[in-house]
């Protein structure tokens, strides 16, 4: 489970870095300035979570069910909240109206703060079973 976490991690480390490059650069003259900031919204919250995934599959302290749930959530989430951004950014240089569909980047959204909640919840519930064992 660590290395699937850790290759997600890093394949969302390496598209953050490669669509931000095109963001800045490929797409400054096709679209608005409030456009490209949206992108960049999306990979920045991309960037962010290839390094919780990163920090997460390199973690011993965290049971693997928490870890388990944090990638699922995070998976989807980035998917869901960044890939629908990048679509919503560049909705004028597609021929499908992705305005129509946006109501999954919130959901998205929602998937991300809760792959936060989960890892809060494994860090509180290792210490409550840290103080037991003493």
């Known amino acids: 489970m660590n290395k699937k976490i850790l290759f997600t ?5 390496l598209l953050g870095i490669v669509f931000g490059a095109f963001g800045a650069h490929g797409l400054k003259a096709l679209i608005s300035v409030d456009a490209i ?3 960049e919204t999306g ?3 991309q960037m962010y979570h290839a390094i ?6 390199y973690s011993t302290y965290l049971e693997s069910k928490i ?3 944090v990638f699922y959530l995070v998976l989807f989430g980035i998917i869901l909240f960044s890939g629908y951004i990048y679509s919503l950014a560049t909705n004028d240089l597609t021929s499908f109206d992705f305005k129509r569909i ?4 919130p959901l998205g959204g ?3 703060i809760l792959s ?6 494994g860090i509180v519930r290792h210490k409550i079973n840290e103080n037991k064992k003493a």
């Open 110 to 112: 929602l998937l991300l």
């Open 116 to 121: 936060w909640v989960v890892l809060l919840i």
């Open 102 to 105: 946006a109501f999954i980047t």
């Open 9 to 13: 991690g890093a394949v969302f480390g």
């Open 37 to 39: 900031q949206s992108f």
């Open 52 to 57: 919780l995934l990163l920090i997460v599959g």
């Open 67 to 69: 870890k388990n749930g």
């Open 43 to 45: 990979v920045r919250y």
